[in-house]
């Protein structure tokens, strides 16, 4: 007998509330503080793994068609971090292994590290100039192993949520609708339109 498929009208409601829930619990202090950061420095770097790392990618995208210099840690094209420089970090643990080295290059060099996370008492929590916290989740460090690849293997990701959306959905989720939040608080900042946008859209593809 076929099984009875879920609603998935009532699944994406689900993920709608807690989208407002988080929303309603963001410290607007830690947020405001990452628009300063992005907005005081010389370039933007974004770094994250996995679908974190999407998150990040297109991220960077929306900084660049702000007009911000903005860059993909890890893309050929990316150049030398500086002291002037800031780096955000898209991370549901804060312990994955290469972003963690990553922002530990960046603390060594001198520059800002901005962390989006579900996990503020972290590794990279700990070294962070500036830590926006979207969600929580109660797993202690021993559950996880710090390798985002053993995690993604053996279905171990810390989420905002448990069983539902699991292996981090809910967070690169709400990860990614707070990312496009900070992109219109910038354009709202330097007076951006939807056509000064579309200027810098990519038109050789």
């Known amino acids: 007998m076929q ?3 879920p609603s998935i009208a009532d699944l994406m409601l689900l993920m709608t509330s807690r989208l407002e829930e988080t929303a309603r619990t963001l410290d607007q202090v830690n947020a405001g ?16 793994a996995g679908r974190s790392g ?12 702000l007009g911000f210099e903005s860059y993909v840690i890890g893309e050929t094209i990316t150049p030398a971090f500086g002291p002037e420089d800031v780096l955000v970090a898209f991370s549901g643990s804060g312990e994955t292994r290469s972003v963690v080295d990553a922002c530990e290059t960046a603390r060594e060099i001198g520059g800002k590290i901005c962390l989006v996370t579900s996990t503020a008492d972290s590794r990279i929590g700990r070294m962070a ?9 109660r797993l202690k460090d021993a559950d996880i192993p ?5 995690r993604q ?3 171990q990701y810390r989420s905002v949520s448990g069983s539902f959306a699991p292996l981090g959905t809910l967070f690169e989720t709400v990860a990614l609708v707070f990312s496009d939040a900070i992109v219109s608080a910038l ?12 200027s810098r859209l990519a038109n050789v593809q």
């Open 153 to 155: 293997l053996t279905g």
């Open 33 to 48: 503080r990452l628009l300063e950061e992005i907005l005081s420095a010389k370039r933007i770097y974004l770094a994250g």
């Open 3 to 5: 099984q009875e498929c």
């Open 54 to 65: 999407l998150v990040a990618r297109a991220f960077a995208q929306r900084l660049m068609h």
């Open 129 to 137: 100039d500036c830590v926006v916290e979207i969600g929580n989740n």
């Open 187 to 198: 354009m709202e900042v330097r007076h951006c339109t939807a056509e000064d946008l579309r």
């Open 146 to 150: 710090h390798d985002f690849e053993i």
